[in-house]
């Protein structure tokens, strides 16, 4: 009885937020004047993502590449830095974690500039690689805060005891606290791919080369590619084509995204 009106919200704000994308879904394969798609329904929208410039497959390579790049390299060095922040004890601990929080009070716009220029002298300017580093960048604060409250919730016992039966730090972490913290680790990992995936300013900055470009910057190019007039149709199908990946990855993942955060929280 007293579930009902919580189900009520629920279903309410499930169908807000679901809304804009099923309207997308049914718009991008409806008949619209000015579209590819003008009689009847179909995927002419689609046909028009798929033979703009270098074509969807090249753009959809572009952001994969960019976003398991990404991935990768925030897992790697938020696993090192929360395993660090959590477990050892030096100087100047408490003052290095704060520095590295702060890093999200900056926006994050007004670095690019500092940033293009610094990958202009290293040559990464205009490569996926460079690209990925500069996401991976704004993407370390929240996910080394995520891995040190993970590490944090791991019983003591557990790594002492591995070091105790002669596991040195480094075979305690990949053996015994590794598996202890992947629900952390997936959360870490879904935040940051869906930041890579849905970014726009940044590549819009770094890339230059249309054909390295990713799926979100090529559709907002394609939007305005006849003298300022917007596909509305093509934008509408680009918008399934990029969220459908990040609602395929979430359902498959939830269960250890919410396990990352309750662990958390559960801590403190």
């Known amino acids: 009885m007293f579930r009902t009106p919580q189900r009520v919200v629920t279903g309410g704000l499930a169908l807000l937020f679901l809304f804009p994308l099923l309207w997308a879904s049914v718009a991008s394969v409806s008949p619209q004047a000015g579209t590819a798609q003008t009689h009847g ?5 689609y046909q028009t993502l798929v033979d703009y410039q270098a074509g969807i497959g090249q753009y959809l390579l572009n952001s994969t590449m960019v976003s398991l790049m990404t991935v990768l390299f925030t897992l790697v060095v938020s696993l090192l830095g929360g ?42 300017q205009n490569s996926l690689v460079g690209l990925s580093l500069v996401l ?15 590490f944090e919730a791991v019983p003591k016992e557990l790594p002492e005891s591995a070091l105790v039966d002669g596991c040195g730090s480094f075979r305690a972490l ?25 970014d726009f300013i940044t590549p819009l900055v770094l890339i230059s080369d249309s054909d390295k470009a990713p799926l979100p910057l090529a559709v907002a190019n394609m939007r305005q590619q006849v003298m300022g007039i917007v596909d509305f149709g093509a934008t509408e199908a ?31």
């Open 41 to 45: 329904w179909g995927f002419g929208n």
């Open 83 to 124: 395993y660090a922040f959590a477990m050892f004890r030096f100087p100047g601990k408490d003052a290095l974690f704060l520095v590295t929080l702060a890093i999200l009070m900056v926006p994050y716009a007004t670095l690019l500039i500092p940033l293009y220029v610094l990958l202009n002298e290293l040559g990464l």
């Open 136 to 150: 991976t960048m704004f993407q370390l604060p929240f996910a080394t805060f995520m891995m040190r409250i993970s």
């Open 174 to 198: 990949l053996y015994i606290l590794l598996p202890a913290v992947k629900p952390g680790l997936i959360t870490v990992g879904l935040f940051a791919f869906l930041a890579a995936w849905n």
């Open 238 to 268: 680009g918008v399934v084509v990029l969220a459908l990946p990040c609602i395929v990855l979430f359902l498959i993942l939830q269960r250890h995204y919410v396990r990352g955060f309750m662990s958390g929280a559960l801590k403190g």
